[in-house]
């Protein structure tokens, strides 16, 4: 019987040096809650920020699997709003790139106005 032996490494088998960090900006560990907002009817959905850096995050949430590939985060702790991208998601875990963020305490365009009120119901 003939092994194929060129295959290639599963994850759990790979050396972690063979992995390439194609991030932007370093990230830091954190656990930052913050709420999703997205679609026309502008969905609230509980999150957890775990993961941060300059450019994006990783967020945990137990409905990752029927999200847009863009959505509203809000960060509670510093009453920002952020416009976001998918890049990925895995099972409860996606990972978004930052867009743009604006503070919730200035002047709101009427999109991140209604934004800032569907959270707040």
Not at 72 to 83: F, G, M, N
Not at 84 to 89: D, F
Not at 103 to 117: D, F, Q, W
């Amino acid at each position: 019987m003939a092994y194929v032996t060129d295959r290639p490494k599963r994850r759990a088998e790979a050396d972690p040096s063979d992995f390439v960090d194609r991030r932007e900006a370093p990230r830091r560990k954190t656990r930052f809650k913050a709420t999703i907002v997205h679609g026309d009817a502008l969905t609230t959905l509980g999150c957890l920020v775990v993961d941060l850096s300059d450019a994006g995050a990783r967020i945990r949430t137990e409905q990752a699997d029927h999200l847009p590939a863009s959505f509203y985060l809000i960060w509670h702790a510093e009453r920002s709003v952020i416009d976001v991208e998918m890049i990925w998601r895995s099972g409860g875990e996606l990972g978004v790139r930052f867009r743009s963020k604006c503070s919730l305490e200035g002047k709101l365009t009427a999109e991140l106005a209604a934004v800032y009120r569907a959270w707040g119901e």
